[in-house]
Structures are given as structure tokens and as C-alpha cells.
């Protein structure tokens, strides 16, 4: 069967080819599903309202997966908090290293995406994957957006911010779990 995926990129990211979602993205495609991978506005000063506009202009093809690492993450729960993205809008997301707002704070090119209050349900299945180390998440992703949302969350040991400086170009079991969604994740090189 054949799937559509928007995957959605961080801050600063200007889709390498070497990163896990770069991969991703050709890996599925060559498998014959649909793929959008966008490069959102401005990475390295991001707006937040212009890539919520960019995210609900995407929404319309209305994915089936959605995948988002890093800043996308919390603009995804933006997105959730301001009703932009409804119950049955996708299948499933995967949520992927999303930073802390105390970290977010330290940078006034992404502080506004400080996420928003966590007092709202998500609609749909959702997935928390992160580093039990991420240096970008302080207090650690399952007590920062895990509990508070009440998501299943994976922690990686010693994954840092899954990006390319963790090691994270090839990801195999982000694949399975795009093709499966019962697959448990692992490290990279593990599985």
C-alpha cells in the first residue's frame, strides 16, 4: 500500500543529503510513496508564522505520516494549539528531538517558537522519539513534552539531538517504523 509522508526539517537545517531525513526521504520515494520534504523559509532565522502558513499549505495534500525533528517538532505543536491541524488531518506523526523552551529561550532567532501551553490533545497517534541525552532539550524530552501530553516516548541512549553531528544519516528504523508503525526504535546501526 502506498503512503503519503511530509517530513519536516529544524532549525538551521538546509536539508543535507547526508541527514536522516534526507535519506528518508529518497529511501521511501524509491519505495514508490509519496514524499514531500520541503525546504521551509529561512532556516537559520525562521518565522514561526510563516512556517505555520508553510505547514498548513502542506496539510492540504493531507499526508498520511508526518515526521518532525527538531524546531519543526514544537512548530507542529504549535500548529496543534491553534487548531491548524484537526482531528483525521494525518494517519500518524513522529515527533523527533524537539528542543526544550528553556533552550529555545537562549536564541532569539527561534524564541518564539517557544512551544505554547501544553493543556491541548493531540489528534492522532503520536510518537516521541528523542536522545536521552540531547543537548538541545534540557530537563530531557519525556518529562518536557512526553508526560505533559501524555505521548508515548522512546528515549535513544546516548543520541544526543538525532542529527548528523550524533551520526544520524542512515536511520533504518525510522524507515520500518514509517512502513510499520508497530517497529520500536533503536539506535542508528542497531536493529
Not at 526539517?9 to 519505495?31: F, I, K, M
Not at 514524499?35 to 532556516?43: A, F, G, I, K, N
Request: proline residues 11%; contains cysteine.
Amino acid at each position: 500500500m502506498t503512503s503519503s509522508y511530509l517530513i519536516l526539517h529544524g532549525w538551521q537545517n538546509h536539508r543535507p543529503e547526508g541527514h536522516w531525513q534526507h535519506w528518508l526521504a529518497d529511501r521511501l520515494a524509491e519505495l514508490g510513496h509519496e514524499v514531500t520534504y520541503p525546504q521551509l523559509p529561512e532556516p537559520d532565522d525562521p518565522d514561526l508564522e510563516v512556517w505555520l502558513g508553510e505547514l498548513a499549505r502542506h496539510l492540504e495534500q493531507r499526508p498520511d505520516v508526518v515526521l518532525a525533528h527538531s524546531l519543526s517538532a514544537v512548530l507542529w505543536l504549535h500548529a496543534v494549539s491553534r487548531g491548524i491541524v484537526k482531528e483525521g488531518y494525518v494517519e500518524r506523526v513522529l515527533l523527533v528531538g524537539p528542543p526544550s523552551p528553556t533552550v529555545l529561550a537562549q536564541y532569539p532567532e527561534v524564541a518564539e517558537f517557544a512551544p505554547p501551553p501544553l493543556e491541548f490533545a493531540l489528534p492522532g497517534p503520536t510518537l516521541l522519539v528523542a536522545g536521552d541525552d540531547d543537548p538541545y532539550c534540557a530537563g530531557g524530552a519525556r518529562a518536557v513534552y512526553g508526560d505533559p501530553l501524555g505521548l508515548p516516548t522512546t528515549l535513544l541512549p546516548g543520541a544526543a539531538h538525532l542529527d548528523l553531528d550524533a551520526g544520524y544519516g542512515s536511520w533504518p528504523s525510522v524507515l520500518e517504523w514509517c512502513l510499520d508503525p508497530e517497529t520500536e526504535f533503536t539506535v542508528r546501526g542497531e536493529g
